[in-house]
């Protein structure tokens, strides 16, 4: 377990059960709605997705900033989670399995980043998060000598997050690429090099 920690939500999850369904809901909804129309999606349209009237979206997110910020946190939230769940597995396989998660959290990225404040330091919070969840992985890939020992989580996560932000022909063949990068991170016997 990497024990990494994520920035706290700006705004509180309710604590009855048929509210915390409608804030989820909501979450869901302005993930999926922001994705296809970016972070300027209407409100109207988020509320209706998830099934609720507009009062219950503001109820929750007072602002549009305050759900873009929402829907951001849950996200690095569940790269973290991924970074958790993958640390049971062999070196590599971990190291492969969070970077999956993490090229579909890129994809979620750009549409987010957006709409949030560059000077957050929610920003610079969920950026600290993702770099020491997917450290530890690098780390014991490298001592198990699968992974390049000059690559850093820097270097891995610049890596993937460039090759996953660029426009594809279509989603094979950005995960042919993805493999192929991801693939030259892989130790060599010195006869292969």
């Given at each position: 377990?990497?024990?990494t920690q994520?920035?706290?939500?700006?705004?509180?999850?309710?604590q009855?059960?048929?509210?915390?369904?409608?804030?989820d809901?909501?979450?869901?909804?302005a993930?999926e709605?922001?994705?296809?129309?970016g972070?300027?999606?209407?409100?109207?349209?988020i509320a209706?997705?998830?099934?609720?009237g507009?009062?219950t979206?503001?109820?929750n997110?007072p602002?549009?900033?305050?759900?873009?910020?929402?829907?951001?946190?849950?996200?690095v939230?569940a790269v973290?989670?991924?970074?958790?769940?993958?640390?049971?597995?062999?070196p590599?396989?971990?190291?492969e399995?969070?970077?999956?998660?993490f090229?579909?959290?890129?994809?979620?990225?750009h549409?987010l980043?957006?709409?949030?404040?560059?000077?957050?330091?929610?920003?610079?919070s969920c950026?600290?998060?993702l770099?020491?969840?997917?450290?530890p992985?690098?780390?014991?890939?490298?001592?198990?000598?699968?992974?390049?020992?000059d690559?850093?989580i820097?270097d891995?996560?610049?890596?993937?997050?460039g090759?996953?932000?660029?426009a594809?022909?279509?989603?094979?063949?950005?995960?042919?690429?993805?493999?192929?990068?991801?693939?030259?991170l892989?130790t060599r016997p010195?006869?292969?090099?």
């Open positions: 377990m990497t024990g994520t920035p706290e939500l700006g705004v509180a999850r309710p009855r059960a048929d509210a915390r369904r409608n804030f809901a909501l979450l869901a909804a993930r709605a922001f994705a296809e129309q972070a300027g999606a209407p409100l109207e349209d209706r997705r998830a099934g609720v507009i009062g979206l503001y109820r997110f602002t549009r900033d305050a759900l873009v910020e929402a829907v951001y946190i849950d996200e939230a973290v989670q991924a970074a958790d769940d993958a640390s049971g597995l062999e590599w396989e971990a190291v399995a969070w970077l999956r998660r090229v579909a959290y890129v994809g979620t990225k549409a980043i957006a709409g949030l404040n560059k000077d957050s330091p929610v920003l610079l950026r600290t998060s770099y020491d969840a997917g450290e992985l690098v780390k014991r890939a490298q001592s198990a000598g699968e992974l390049r020992p690559a850093t820097g891995v996560i610049r890596m993937v997050s090759i996953a932000g660029v594809f022909e279509d989603d094979a063949q950005r995960d042919r690429v993805i493999a192929m990068a991801v693939d030259g892989r010195a006869s292969d090099r």
